[in-house]
Each structure stands twice: as structure tokens, then as C-alpha cells.
């Protein structure tokens, strides 16, 4: 009798530890869902803000080739470090999708064409970068990464100023 009710007791013991398993695995996804998705809304604040918009649109505006963002470098310095610091930011959320931090159908959703755009004129500040690199490391490899599949994505097209 003895035996049998331990093996109850273990048998119970054994489906309420799962059942609180399960719960704190829901508990957990909830979590990081949760996380996720501040993150990202932290990123779209940064995105949005009035400086990372103009050095965006300075970028789309301004520099069509690798001499434009060279003479940009040397002509407009406030300017050229507003576009620097939009790239930056890009690439932080390209590596913030690389790392699984926060989700790339998001943010193809709400940033995939601007990212798409941003990167079109933002090759030839990485081409001009390049050349003061004596590392020959690619600058920015995340806002690389993730533009060269916004643009398979989001194609220009001739409605779209900017592009």
C-alpha cells in the first residue's frame, strides 16, 4: 500500500512539475515577445527622431554617387555627420535583425522602403568610406546586410522620390 501511494505522490508530483514547467515556458515566450517588441518601439523613437530624418533625407537628397559623398565629407561637415549618424543608426537595426533582437517582417514592414532607399544612396558613402580605411574592413556591415535585402524587397520605383 505504502508503495503505491509513492507511486502516486511521485506520479502527481511528476504532472505538476511539468504543468509549472509549462507555465513558466508561456511566461517566458510572453517575456521575450514583450521585449521584442519594446525594443523595436525604442529604435522606431530613435528612427523617428528629427536628426535621423534629416541625415536620411540628406543622404537620399544629396549623394547619388561616391563623389558626391566625398565632397559632401569636405563641404557640408554638419551635414555629412547628420547622414553618418543615420547610417549608424541603420545599421544598428540591421544588426538588431541579424541578432534576432527584434523582427525583420517588422521592420521590413514599417522601414523597408526608407531602409531600401537610404541604402540605395548610402553604398556610395560605404564606397567612400572605404577608401580612408586602411583595414579595407567594410564599414557597417549590418546596414550592408539588411539594405541589400530591403532592396530585393522594396525595388525602386519611379514614383518614389528619393530613389
Request: net charge neutral; aromatic share 8%.
Amino acid at each position: 500500500m505504502v508503495a503505491i501511494v509513492a507511486a502516486v505522490t511521485a506520479i502527481l508530483s511528476a504532472g505538476i512539475a511539468g504543468l509549472v514547467f509549462k507555465e513558466s515556458r508561456r511566461t517566458q515566450v510572453a517575456s521575450d515577445k514583450a521585449n521584442r517588441r519594446d525594443l523595436f518601439l525604442a529604435l522606431h523613437e530613435r528612427l523617428s527622431h528629427r536628426d535621423q530624418q534629416r541625415g536620411r533625407t540628406i543622404l537620399r537628397e544629396m549623394v547619388s554617387s561616391t563623389g558626391d559623398a566625398k565632397e559632401m565629407r569636405g563641404r557640408d561637415r554638419d551635414s555629412y555627420d547628420l547622414m553618418m549618424s543615420s547610417i549608424a543608426m541603420l545599421d544598428i537595426l540591421g544588426l538588431y535583425v541579424e541578432k534576432d533582437y527584434i523582427d525583420k517582417d517588422v521592420v521590413f514592414d514599417e522601414w523597408g522602403w526608407l531602409y531600401a532607399r537610404a541604402f540605395e544612396h548610402g553604398q556610395h558613402v560605404l564606397n567612400e568610406r572605404a577608401m580612408y580605411d586602411e583595414s579595407r574592413k567594410s564599414p557597417w556591415p549590418h546596414f550592408r546586410a539588411l539594405g541589400e535585402e530591403a532592396i530585393s524587397k522594396h525595388p525602386a520605383t519611379p514614383s518614389q522620390p528619393g530613389g
